[in-house]
């Protein structure tokens, strides 16, 4: 059991039998009434973020999580394939529940998977990765100076996002995972 006073960020709780993942927690002391915890929560099903307030001393069981290394295979459609790159064993994550992340990697990418209560749940990319340009409308020219103005690219990976109107097409950009916007040329 975790007890609200032993929260951190990142850790993972069950709550009425649901798991989320701590995002933010603030204990408060009102000067009258009891203690109370205000946090944020992410619930590891679907990455839905929810605030949520408990009194303080409330107990919860705390989850077990892990993180693995794992290559990304290939996606169906439906599942999303993961090899343990030191076991050799497959595995099959719903393609519902890790879309977002598919978005940025590309076959045989290492990834972390993490575990929750040993099912896997959700792919940990870096903050950023580099990937190449698939499809990209030629810049005009004389608008590479000009500051601000974006077109739209499609990358290897099948994502599209805004990029500066001086990246070609067959060039490798670095994208935000957590925003998915285009950071800089790789």
Known sequence: M????QFKNGNHIEVEGTVFKILEFQHVK?????AFVRTKLRRASDGNVIDRTFRAGE??????????????????????HLMDTESFEQIAVPESTVAEALRWITPSSEVDVLFIDGEPSDLQLPSAVDLEVAATEPGVRGDSASGGKTKPATLETGAVLQVPLFVEQGERV????????YMARA
């Open 174 to 181: 670095r994208v935000d995972t957590r925003t998915g916007e």
């Open 30 to 34: 009102p000067g009258k009434g009891g």
């Open 59 to 80: 107990k919860f069981r705390d989850v077990r999580t892990e993180a693995r290394k794992m290559q990304f295979l290939y996606a169906d459609g439906s599942d999303a």
């Open 2 to 5: 975790i007890s609200t006073n």
